[in-house]
């Protein structure tokens, strides 16, 4: 089934440690975004990919970094967690990052993070 | 400042019923609205993309409205079911900085008692 997937579903991990979150797309899609989602807020955007090769910081990108080998994957590191960190991360892409009524975004099902 | 508030927080109604969402948002400049909708533990679905031009999209149950003028919009459930249980998320988008920026709203959690 085509879609994206996220890994690992869930996480607990000590402040300080350095922890990637994986996430891949079969639909080869250009854009790629990373969102967190904290109770009581929308959506954030943290980094995003308009296509293999570049990134661009998004809404929150402070203690976080990506990276775009390739069209398929955009895995999303912490560096040195927080526990600010903790929240739901969601990976999701697009067919492109066009100005386009018809440029829907498919969302990971998201990975849990808790910081201790 | 760009900013989408949805209205109410959360919402009980009984299976069959219908019920209407709202979402009021300050973004400009305006490209599209997108309602979402995301089941407990998902992410989110898309279920309606409207432009500047259009005022109502339909997919199935679901209707939404925009009012580009008053900044408005609104999503219609018809005949509620039990599988309507969820967050249902409005979402503003701005083409600016070379992406396309979403504005998120924070929801409206909805739970369908039989």
């Known amino acids: 089934i085509a879609g994206i997937t996220q890994a690992p579903t869930s996480q607990i991990l000590a402040a300080g440690r350095r922890m990637t979150l994986r996430c891949t797309q079969d639909m080869r899609h250009n854009a790629m975004y990373w969102y967190r989602q904290d109770l009581g807020l929308g959506l954030r955007l943290i980094h995003y990919?308009?296509?293999?090769?570049?990134?661009g910081k998004g809404e929150v990108p402070d203690g976080y970094s990506v990276s775009r080998a390739n069209t398929d994957d955009f895995p999303l590191t912490l560096a040195s967690a927080v526990p600010s960190q903790t929240s739901v991360y969601f990976c999701a892409s697009s067919r492109d990052s066009g100005d386009s009524g018809a440029n829907v975004l498919t969302f990971g099902a998201g990975s849990r993070l808790t910081v201790l | 400042k760009n900013q989408v508030e949805q209205s109410p927080q959360s919402l009980i109604i009984l299976e069959g019923k219908n019920c209407t969402l709202q979402c009021n948002y300050t973004v400009s400049p305006f490209s599209n609205l997108r309602w979402y909708k995301q089941d407990t533990g998902r992410g989110p679905v898309s279920l309606t993309i409207m432009t500047f031009s259009e005022n109502t999209k339909s997919n199935g149950r679901y209707t939404a409205t925009l009012d580009a003028d008053t900044k408005q919009s609104s999503l219609h459930i018809t005949a509620s079911q039990l599988s309507d249980s969820a967050s249902y998320i409005c979402?503003?988008?701005?083409?600016?900085?070379?992406?396309?920026?979403?504005?998120f709203g924070a929801g409206t959690r909805l739970a369908v008692h039989p």
């Open positions: 979402v503003v988008s701005v083409f600016s900085g070379g992406y396309n920026k979403l504005i």
């Open positions: 990919s308009n296509t293999a090769g570049t990134t």
